[in-house]
């Protein structure tokens, strides 16, 4: 009768144990999506600002190949159709930057969902932008690996205001 109440204790501590690892697996996880986002927009910014990255490239390898992007102007565009357009506009963005704010990453085991802030500062086609797009990016694990499966951006009124001054212009 002794042995069951140690026997009951030993699995007791092995469930808080197994339920540590999981918490930390889940905060690396988490850490590794944030690190993702980062280095993402900070590829883009050295593309926006003239280093030579292939942007297809760059989009392969954080987004599935059958991604749609949900737009702040309210359409909905396969990657190829995003991956054409960054292309299209590199040429006309000059003096960019970005950061990343209130980043909130969520595991759920080979799934997990990103918010945050991406606020991006340029001249596009000479007019200066000064954008704050709260951005939705939903992961699978694949392969040992994070990749976009959905995306979704919002922007606010400045922000759209802007847009439509551009398109005005030209």
């Not at 007019?127 to 939903?138: A, G, N, Q, R, W």
């Amino acid at each position: 009768m002794k042995i069951f109440p140690l026997f009951l204790l030993l699995m007791l501590v092995s469930c808080v144990s197994d339920k540590k690892k999981i918490n930390i697996s889940i905060s690396e996880d988490a850490a590794i999506i944030e690190h993702e986002i980062t280095d993402f927009h900070q590829a883009l910014k050295r593309a926006y600002n003239g280093a030579s990255i292939n942007t297809d490239s760059l989009m392969d390898n954080f987004f599935d190949k059958d991604v749609y992007y949900v737009t702040y102007w309210g359409t909905s565009e396969p990657i190829d159709s995003t991956k054409s357009r960054l292309r299209h506009a590199l040429p006309g963005i000059k003096d960019y930057d970005n950061r990343i704010e209130s980043v909130s990453v969520k595991v759920y085991g080979d799934g997990a969902y990103a918010f945050f802030i991406l606020r991006q500062k340029y001249a596009l086609n000479g007019v200066l932008m000064d954008e704050y797009l709260p951005t939705t990016f939903i992961f699978e694990r694949r392969d040992n690996h994070w990749v976009v499966v959905h995306s979704q951006r919002s922007a606010d009124f400045q922000t759209i205001q802007q847009l439509l001054e551009v398109a005005q212009r030209h």
